[in-house]
């Protein structure tokens, strides 16, 4: 559990690398923001850099706990109804009015060098994503488990991204259409017999 001020700085970090970009947040702005010297951000962290990759390993932690309880809320025990779920975490994110996409695919544009260490954490939180898809396809008895993975998440991703850029309030409405589509291929009369949850979130 990191110290009360710790926290205060990933937070501070995110919202201005989210909002802003990272090259563009210089790091007396976030310490500003907290209310705090340099001599004591120096105890937390050795530099802007280091701040960066915890603030986003972080929000990993976070998104990975909204995603777990979200689908268990939604979709209760089974996992097609689960993945179903899916689309509530996107479309409960994608509704907040601070959004500005998504904050990985962000990060990845912002530095696209593979060998960046932000692109790395990047990529390690989208493959982290993808591995509870797929949990959740395997559970469900999908023959091709990795497969049904990697298309949900391009879908999820494609309503990240249409949202953010055409703030088009039916970018979710037809991503879960597309979704159930693929699990619905993937998984027949089974997945037919499991709609989505009937309150879904609007």
């Not at 960066?52 to 777990?68: F, G, N």
Request: overall charge negative; glycine content about 4%.
């Amino acid at each position: 559990m990191p110290s009360d001020t710790k926290q205060r700085l990933m937070d501070a970090a995110f919202r201005r690398l989210y909002n802003d970009g990272f090259r563009n947040v210089a790091i007396d702005q976030i310490l500003g923001d907290v209310g705090i010297s340099k001599t004591a951000f120096y105890k937390h962290f050795e530099s802007k850099d280091d701040l960066l990759l915890a603030a986003l390993e972080h929000r990993h932690v976070q998104l990975e706990d909204e995603i777990r309880t979200v689908i268990r809320q939604r979709g209760g025990s089974c996992p097609i109804a689960q993945m179903r779920a899916l689309f509530d975490v996107v479309q409960s994110i994608s509704d907040e009015d601070w959004f500005r996409g998504c904050v990985f695919v962000n990060v990845a544009i912002e530095f696209p060098q593979p060998h960046e260490p932000a692109h790395a954490v990047a990529v390690k939180s989208k493959l982290a994503i993808q591995a509870i898809v797929a949990d959740l396809a395997r559970n469900a008895g999908a023959r091709e488990p990795e497969a049904l993975a990697e298309e949900l998440c391009m879908i999820m991703e494609g309503a990240y991204v249409t949202r953010q850029v055409t703030r088009n309030s039916q970018s979710i409405a037809i991503a879960r259409r597309l979704a159930n589509r693929a699990i619905d291929s993937h998984l027949g009369e089974q997945a037919a017999e499991v709609v989505a949850p009937s309150s879904a979130v609007q």
